[in-house]
């Protein structure tokens, strides 16, 4: 179990590696911003601007935990009989890997390459939307591996709903990114992932 965890780090730090500096570069460029990081940095007011990213991740993190408790209620019985059934990640892991690892990739890295592009293109405003439905797809496949891996014959219908509920909080979090700052898509993945942690153990 150890070396599957220890393996499994390598995509995605190189994936950070490569992606991060690449966000940096290019986030300027076109108006994404890490607000409460360059507060911290500059010593700008970090207590503002922690607060107006708050409020909506909040509320983007709840929308978000709703929809992973509804997929986890719909495919229960799908997943029940498979490796998927046993498979539960540690909540430190889902905090750190989800929250900070996966929005550093998907969001700084790819929505802010993709939208750069699409403003070069001339689309405007709508090249932030689109970029942020075309990184949550990505987002959303990036899950497929582990799918495969854990469920030995995968029906249509397993597919769609892993693409799905993972799609869809990560279209929310890229618009969160693009109106309040990468920290913001950050916090609400965390707090979905707090939520529906709790939530399960619960019920």
């Given at each position: 179990?150890?070396?599957?965890?220890?393996?499994?780090?390598?995509?995605?730090?190189?994936?950070?590696?490569?992606?991060?500096?690449?966000?940096?570069?290019?986030?300027?460029?076109?108006g994404?911003?890490?607000?409460?990081?360059?507060?911290?940095?500059?010593?700008?007011?970090?207590?503002?601007?922690?607060?107006?990213?708050?409020?909506?991740?909040?509320?983007?993190?709840?929308?978000?935990?709703?929809?992973?408790?509804?997929?986890?209620?719909?495919?229960?019985?799908?997943?029940?009989?498979?490796?998927?059934?046993?498979?539960?990640?540690?909540?430190?892991?889902?905090?750190?890997?989800?929250?900070?690892?996966?929005?550093?990739?998907?969001?700084w890295?790819?929505?802010?390459?993709?939208?750069?592009?699409?403003?070069?293109?001339?689309l405007?405003?709508?090249?932030?939307?689109?970029?942020?439905?075309l990184?949550?797809?990505?987002?959303?496949?990036?899950?497929?591996?582990?799918?495969?891996?854990?469920?030995?014959?995968?029906?249509?219908?397993?597919?769609?709903?892993?693409?799905?509920?993972?799609?869809?909080?990560?279209?929310?979090f890229?618009?969160?990114y693009?109106?309040?700052?990468?920290?913001?898509?950050?916090?609400?993945?965390?707090?979905?992932?707090?939520?529906?942690?709790?939530?399960?153990?619960?019920?």
């Open positions: 179990a150890w070396t599957f965890r220890l393996v499994s780090l390598i995509n995605p730090l190189l994936l950070i590696t490569l992606l991060v500096p690449l966000g940096c570069w290019l986030a300027p460029k076109i994404l911003d890490a607000p409460l990081s360059r507060a911290l940095i500059e010593g700008g007011a970090v207590g503002q601007v922690a607060k107006a990213q708050f409020r909506p991740a909040l509320l983007t993190g709840v929308a978000s935990a709703a929809i992973l408790l509804l997929y986890g209620w719909i495919t229960l019985a799908w997943f029940e009989d498979t490796k998927a059934a046993d498979f539960n990640m540690p909540l430190v892991t889902r905090l750190a890997f989800g929250g900070i690892a996966e929005e550093l990739i998907a969001r890295g790819l929505m802010t390459l993709f939208a750069w592009g699409l403003v070069r293109l001339g405007g405003r709508s090249a932030f939307m689109l970029a942020a439905l990184a949550a797809m990505m987002f959303a496949a990036g899950h497929l591996p582990m799918l495969f891996l854990l469920v030995p014959d995968v029906t249509p219908a397993m597919l769609a709903s892993v693409l799905v509920a993972n799609a869809v909080p990560g279209f929310l890229g618009l969160l693009w109106k309040r700052g990468l920290e913001a898509a950050m916090m609400a993945q965390a707090i979905a992932h707090l939520l529906a942690w709790a939530a399960a153990l619960l019920a």
